[in-house]
């Protein structure tokens, strides 16, 4: 079973960053994408980012387009979260993802994935 471990949350300052970091525990493991979703309190969970791990193609929701870069270092198995000009509205569990099928397409938008446990990100004002 692929475990998925989170760090890097924390609070942050607006206009500051912060790097989340997901390791995954099987080496062997090589998913086609991997993602990012949060979850502010008594809000739906949310999609953030989506990178493809054989190309490096990433995507972004809306929200955090221009301020956000997901990536994935496949040496270490590691997902990363670089959050630039942070803002209060960011303030949210953040959980990586990971689809359960290695399929060759992505499907990790779709909510059906391994999850990490989640770390907590706190801008201020």
């Known amino acids: 079973e692929v475990q998925l471990v989170e760090s890097g949350g924390g609070s942050a300052q607006a206009a500051g960053s912060l790097r989340l970091s997901c390791a995954a525990s099987?080496?062997?493991?090589?998913?086609?994408?991997m993602g990012w979703f949060r979850q502010a309190p008594g809000q739906e969970r949310e999609w953030v980012a989506t990178?493809?791990?054989?190309?490096?193609?990433?995507y972004y929701a809306d929200s955090v387009k221009g301020r956000f870069t997901v990536s994935r270092d496949h040496a270490n198995n590691t997902l990363y979260l670089q959050m630039n000009s942070l803002e209060p509205e960011d303030t949210a569990m953040y959980y990586c993802?990971?689809?359960?099928?290695?399929?060759?397409?992505?499907?990790?938008?779709?909510?059906?994935?391994?999850w990490g446990q989640g770390t907590q990100v706190t801008v201020s004002s």
């Open positions: 099987e080496y062997t493991y090589s998913p086609f994408c």
């Open positions: 990178i493809f791990t054989g190309g490096g193609n990433t």
């Open positions: 993802a990971a689809p359960t099928r290695e399929i060759r397409y992505c499907t990790v938008k779709s909510g059906n994935n391994y």
